[in-house]
């Protein structure tokens, strides 16, 4: 078939990689966000996806709106077969979704219905669900709510980032995504609705939704603190200042710390949650290098007393 790739982040490399090398298909074209700015300097760069089909020599579509007529106009003129859609972090508008004739297939990083929307490797991870995977499925207006063509599974790691958790997603989820493209070309495969039992939604987290409270349970503090990283950071305030926390281990055994204390021992720096304290991994001040636990609390002098506000 002739593809139009739709994606935007690294998370979207191997799926276009996989149909790239696709002997059964044609990437005759690839729709981007348009170039941003990232990285210490702000300097301008393009998407990963960009930069991956620039090498491949396969023209780039940078619309600002996935509505603009002049995008629209170039999209039909590449008549493509169907639209395969990895993270491509913009709304498609009905014009675009009518073009291809097998529509657009967005490859979702959930088990529809479940986990609908921007974040939901982070909200699966948040919410203590132990199996999550991937969904392939056309995109129609609604949310996330399109009929499914196929699903995998993983499980859910008790030391799972929503960064490692959705590497490993990405690499599934691309051998999916290609398999469905097969199917649909054969006319062996059929999409089947959504369940209307079951529908979660996963909106984006920000930074603000990432301040660890440390009057929650300790499961919680470590499912926020996993959820998180990398993007966007889990983060508490010491003497002022914002603290990234990186890993957090339960220390169940540890004894007894009020929500928030501090305890910076020679092996470990717990703090106290609302049932048993937590031990600090990596952290980064504000402004600073991440380091670890004990070297953060010895060059901030952490004495008894001291707690994260």
């Given at each position: 078939m002739r593809l139009v790739f739709a994606g935007t982040p690294d998370t979207a490399l191997p799926s276009l990689r996989a149909l790239i090398d696709s002997p059964r298909h044609d990437v005759v074209a690839v729709v981007t966000r348009p170039d941003a700015q990232s990285g210490r300097g702000r300097k301008v760069h393009p998407s990963p996806v960009a930069e991956l089909a620039e090498e491949a020599g396969i023209p780039v579509l940078r619309p600002a709106k996935a509505g603009d007529p002049e995008f629209l106009k170039r999209l039909a003129e590449l008549e493509p077969d169907c639209c395969p859609v990895v993270a491509y972090g913009a709304l498609l508008s009905q014009s675009a979704l009518d073009v291809p004739r097998h529509g657009w297939i967005n490859l979702h990083f959930s088990i529809l219905p479940a986990w609908r929307g921007a974040a939901p490797v982070q909200h699966a991870i948040l919410h203590g669900d132990e199996i999550t995977g991937a969904s392939t499925f056309q995109i129609v207006k609604e949310l996330d709510a399109g009929p499914v063509y196929g699903v995998v599974t993983e499980e859910v790691r008790p030391d799972d980032t929503s960064g490692a958790l959705l590497d490993r997603l990405a690499q599934s989820g691309a051998g999916l995504l290609a398999a469905t493209l097969d199917g649909v070309e054969d006319g062996t495969l059929e999409a089947r609705p959504q369940p209307s039992d079951g529908v979660s939604i996963a909106?984006?987290?920000?930074?603000?939704?990432?301040?660890?409270?440390?009057?929650?349970?300790?499961?919680?503090?470590?499912?926020?603190?996993?959820?998180?990283?990398?993007?966007?950071?889990?983060?508490?305030?010491?003497?002022?200042?914002?603290?990234?926390?990186?890993?957090?281990?339960?220390?169940?055994?540890?004894?007894?710390?009020?929500?928030?204390?501090?305890?910076?021992?020679?092996?470990?720096?717990?703090?106290?949650?609302?049932?048993?304290?937590?031990?600090?991994?990596?952290?980064?001040?504000?402004?600073?290098?991440?380091?670890?636990?004990?070297?953060?609390?010895?060059?901030?002098?952490?004495?008894?007393?001291?707690?994260?506000?």
């Open positions: 909106p984006k987290i920000n930074v603000v939704d990432a301040e660890i409270d440390w009057s929650a349970p300790a499961m919680r503090v470590d499912r926020l603190v996993r959820a998180c990283t990398p993007n966007p950071g889990a983060w508490t305030t010491f003497r002022g200042q914002r603290l990234k926390v990186g890993r957090v281990t339960p220390a169940p055994s540890a004894g007894s710390l009020a929500p928030g204390a501090i305890a910076a021992g020679k092996h470990s720096v717990l703090v106290g949650t609302a049932t048993h304290p937590v031990e600090l991994g990596e952290v980064q001040p504000q402004g600073k290098r991440v380091m670890s636990a004990g070297e953060w609390a010895r060059g901030a002098r952490v004495e008894s007393g001291d707690r994260f506000e």
